[in-house]
């Protein structure tokens, strides 16, 4: 019996890059099989022509929407529509959707009600509350375009540049988000497991360490510089947060 996890990839073309198709898929690829996928937009539109070249040779189905008014997204509502009939079937486990637009946001929080997982893609314009409502958000904007090997996946091996230790550092939000989570998950001897803070950070929100330029959770809290680590006799990561220094507490 097949037990990958089932995903529903459903694509909003109006707003989101064709050039970035094999980043998702492949990130795609390392959690489930994408047996159903959709791509939304007027095909008839000359702005879709790069979408309309990457729908057959990675298997997606266009959907067509044309605009019936001015100022109003038909493909939005066709996405949603369709996401509600695929949720109702009871054949996934999860959801991704490409898109940039927070209009989606509403559509991220109901899957996620109905205990789905909600993979988003978009890039660095997406506006922050529908990031939030996905349970991972990748941007894609970030990443190198995925290259196609003969007889192989995609190569999305190629890093994002890693965020500097400085700049980490005047990261507030992420600070803290690290802070709380090693706090929350520490045990009797101040150390604590990181594979549980990586569970409780995920459980805050959508978080995933190569925005940042790092591979795991891991590099990326050594790379700030304000947590000791070590690994333990399995070779599984701990980390305890450094004493705050006098210049920090001020």
């Known amino acids: ?27 795609l690829a390392r959690h489930g099989i994408a047996n159903v996928r959709r791509a939304y937009g007027n095909w008839k539109s000359p702005t879709l022509q790069k979408w309309e070249a990457a729908l057959h040779p990675n298997a997606i189905q266009p959907i067509q929407q044309f605009a019936l008014s001015t100022g109003k997204n038909a493909s939005d509502m066709a996405m949603v529509v369709d996401a509600m009939d695929l949720l109702h079937s009871g054949r996934f486990d999860a959801f991704a959707i490409v898109s940039s637009d927070a209009d989606f946001t509403p559509l991220a929080m109901r899957l996620r009600a109905q205990n789905m997982r909600v993979f988003g893609f978009g890039e660095k314009k997406t506006p922050e509350p529908f990031v939030n409502a996905c349970s991972t958000f990748l941007y894609i904007d970030e990443h190198p375009d995925g290259a196609k090997h003969a007889g192989g996946p995609a190569d999305t091996s190629a890093p994002v540049p890693p965020v500097p230790t400085a700049k980490l550092r005047q990261d507030t939000k992420l600070v803290n988000l690290l802070r709380d989570a090693v706090e929350a998950e520490k045990e009797d001897d101040g150390w604590a497991s990181l594979s549980a803070v990586g569970t409780n950070i995920r ?8 925005n940042y330029g790092y591979g795991k959770l891991s590099s990326l809290i050594e790379a700030t510089g304000l947590f000791e680590t070590r690994r333990d006799e399995g070779n599984h990561p701990y980390a305890r947060a450094k004493p705050k220094s006098a210049k920090q507490k001020g």
């Not at 097949?2 to 989101?16: G, H, Q």
């Not at 094999?22 to 990130?27: I, K, N, P, S, T």
């Open 1 to 27: 019996m097949d037990d990958r996890m089932r995903i529903a990839l459903l694509i909003d073309a109006d707003n989101a890059p064709a050039s970035k198709i094999e980043v998702v898929l492949a990130e």
């Open 203 to 210: 459980n805050r929100g959508p978080f995933d360490a190569r």
